[in-house]
């Protein structure tokens, strides 16, 4: 997902402490992907509840989440709206790309190839609205705030930093850049020790942080350019020009300064290209949400996570225990501001 341009920017890796008392707004669907992907038995499969509900997600957003709080970061949710009909080309091929991922899953499980179950499982994750409704519920009941954008969850975000609501954007992704956010880290949730795929090394995983304005003065472009080269290489929204990667796409922008004079030159062509230009300049958002962080609901998590997901009572106990000192731990912080 996203655009492929992640190379061209210098990232500064981080500890997580580093975020301590920063509103970090997380592209929910981004993370959401991530947690579904990753939180999966050797197979492949994801994890369930005793009636065939995923539950990975609920996991992920449970453990990491609080995690996350206890370092005293405080999170926000921001969900994807409707996408714009320019995305729907995409939309449809990720969907083509699921399904055959999923027939390759099958076979390779009944092959017993587990690292190729893997592999294919993870190319096949979707969503629905019931994980997404879910994931609310629990952001809720967690004491976690969410904001539901118009369009891309990104530019909102995106947008919420710009604003002095937030900090900084969390996402895998590159569009946050694109869209104007002055900061992204990476990383947030997959911090540690993680095995590289197919291969049995480990590598540490830490934060890493992209500062928009130091990247436009490395690259020498403006935000303007930033997007052309983008739309060059492939967005969510349009299919690159032939033959251009980053590296070709930023050396046609800095020589002919704008993407219609790039294409010009080598005679391509990218239908809608002000419009994805304007997309990213001036994206759909909104300044209908409200953030406040509250302590967990311990009897309503028990009930939603053990009750009705099968998750362990005493796991779930110590979670929610961790999350309401965390939250005390944040309340005391804000009048210690006022002394």
Not at 59 to 77: H, Q
Not at 154 to 176: C, H, L, N, R, T
Request: charged letters at 30%.
């Amino acid at each position: 997902m996203g655009v492929d341009i992640g190379d061209l920017f210098e990232k500064r890796t981080v500890e997580l402490s580093d975020l301590s008392h920063k509103v970090v707004a997380i592209d929910a669907y981004n993370i959401l992907y991530q947690f579904l992907s990753i939180i999966r038995q050797r197979d492949g499969t994801p994890l369930t509840d005793s009636h065939g509900n995923v539950t990975s997600h609920l996991s992920g957003i449970l453990y990491r989440i609080t995690s996350l709080a206890e370092n005293g970061i405080k999170p926000v949710f921001v969900f994807d709206g409707k996408p714009p009909e320019m995305k729907m080309q995409t939309i449809g091929k990720r969907k083509e790309i699921r399904q055959n991922a999923r027939v390759k899953w099958d076979e390779a499980k009944e092959k017993g190839l587990v690292e190729e179950a893997f592999k294919y499982a993870q190319a096949s994750v979707k969503m629905n609205s019931t994980i997404i409704d879910d994931a609310k519920y629990l952001l809720e009941l967690m004491g976690i705030p969410y904001v539901q954008a118009p369009s891309e969850g990104e530019a909102q975000a995106a947008y919420m930093v710009k604003k002095g609501d937030a900090d900084i954007v969390s996402s895998q992704d590159y569009d946050a850049m694109l869209f104007g956010a002055p900061d992204v880290v990476r990383n947030l949730t997959i911090t540690g020790k993680r095995k590289m795929p197919r291969k049995n090394i480990y590598v540490d995983v830490k934060p890493e942080i992209i500062n928009l304005d130091k990247s436009l003065q490395a690259l020498g472009v403006s935000r303007s350019q930033l997007i052309d080269i983008a739309i060059c290489v492939g967005t969510d929204f349009n299919t690159g020009l032939a033959g251009i990667g980053p590296k070709k796409a930023i050396k046609l922008i800095k020589i002919h300064e704008n993407i219609k004079s790039a294409m010009a030159e080598i005679n391509q062509s990218i239908d809608n290209v002000e419009e994805i230009e304007e997309l990213f300049m001036n994206p759909p958002v909104t300044n209908e949400y409200t953030l406040e962080w509250k302590k967990p609901n311990m009897g309503k998590l028990i009930e939603f996570l053990c009750k009705e997901h099968d998750f362990s009572e005493e796991r779930v106990n110590k979670a929610a225990e961790r999350l309401d000192a965390a939250a005390g731990s944040r309340k005391q912080q804000t009048l210690d501001q006022w002394y």
